[in-house]
């Protein structure tokens, strides 16, 4: 079936998805009203991938599509959605949007040291080049103000996972104190803290290397406090870790974890308790057993406003 103007106009009509994501998709094409499609992944013996995208009877695609895949270990991943997104608007596909819950490569956004490649400034346009609309949650955008400078060329949307994890802790710890482990942190912590009328204060961080950092307490008293620390990630744990000694240290009464993506491992995750962390609490970006706050509602209402 040849795509139609009208069909242009009726907004994504369908939803398409790796095998291993078929229960966030489910609830994204839940929450957008979306038909959702799987398409089919066969590794070869010398490792190379095969994708067969789920066409209709007469071998076509719907002219809009979503493609959804979130981008943790996403080395493989980059690939699949080369092929996808090349194979998709081949078979008929003319808008095609990238729902990236977790964003890949934005960490690297400047060479520390000569000969680095910038990840951020390779990865961005590749995806640029691939779709025409590309959402994430919480891009960890150190150096660059808008997702926009960091995925030139296609339609941006960020959403924030910020709001909704308030609303998560507040049920869990009223009254909390949040806590944001780095200057970065704050754009977050500062939202979520609003939301509910909570306090809030965040630390300086300074990065030594990959599992070493540095962290300094602000001068708030945190003595006999529910705090909770909030931060768009945990990978090693050791930002949180460290954070967490140092509030304990200060005489808090408890700290609790909410991140918006949990792309830490069960090891590190072990460590984190035993540094003191009591509850480790997280979105669904990224699929973990920690996962409590799912963001389908939020990314199905900012995938309504792109098409709208
Ligand atoms: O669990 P970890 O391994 O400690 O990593 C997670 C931390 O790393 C990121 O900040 P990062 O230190 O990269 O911030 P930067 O952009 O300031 O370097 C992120 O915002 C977390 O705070």
């Not at 025409?132 to 660059?144: C, E, G, I, K, Q």
């Not at 060329?153 to 049920?171: C, E, F, K, M, N």
């Amino acid at each position: 079936m040849a795509a139609s103007p009208h069909m242009l106009d009726a907004g994504p009509s369908c939803l398409l998805y790796l095998d291993d994501e078929q229960a966030a998709a489910a609830g994204l094409a839940a929450a957008a009203g979306l038909i959702a499609l799987p398409i089919a992944r066969h590794r070869f013996p010398d490792g190379e991938l095969k994708l067969t995208l789920p066409v209709d009877a007469s071998g076509h695609l719907p002219a809009r599509a979503v493609l959804l895949r979130s981008l943790h270990q996403p080395n493989d991943k980059l690939i699949e959605l080369l092929l996808a997104a090349r194979t998709a608007r081949s078979l008929g596909v003319r808008h095609l949007t990238l729902v990236a819950p977790y964003l890949a490569y934005m960490r690297q956004d400047i060479a520390f040291h000569p000969g680095e490649a910038v990840s951020q400034r390779i990865v961005g346009p590749f995806l640029a080049d691939l779709f025409d609309a590309v959402m994430t949650v919480d891009p960890h955008l150190h150096r660059v103000a808008t997702l926009q400078e960091a995925v030139p060329a296609a339609q941006t949307v960020v959403v924030s996972g910020a709001p909704l994890l308030a609303d998560w802790i507040v049920r869990q710890r009223p009254g909390a104190l949040l806590v944001g482990p780095d200057g970065e942190s704050a754009q977050w912590v500062a939202q979520a803290a609003a939301r509910h009328g909570l306090q809030h204060a965040v630390c300086t961080k300074e990065r030594h290397g990959d599992r070493s950092v540095t962290i300094a307490l602000p001068p708030v008293n945190v003595q006999g406090r529910a705090v909770v620390l909030l931060d768009d990630m945990a990978s090693t744990g050791h930002t949180l870790a460290q954070a967490t000694r140092l509030l304990w240290q200060a005489g808090a009464a408890s700290v609790d974890v909410a991140v918006t993506h949990a792309l830490i491992d069960a090891a590190s995750l072990q460590a984190l308790h035993a540094a003191g962390v009591g509850q480790f609490w997280s979105t669904d970006c990224v699929a973990h057993p920690s996962n409590c706050v799912p963001m389908a509602s939020a990314l199905a209402q900012a995938l309504g406003g792109l098409h709208a």
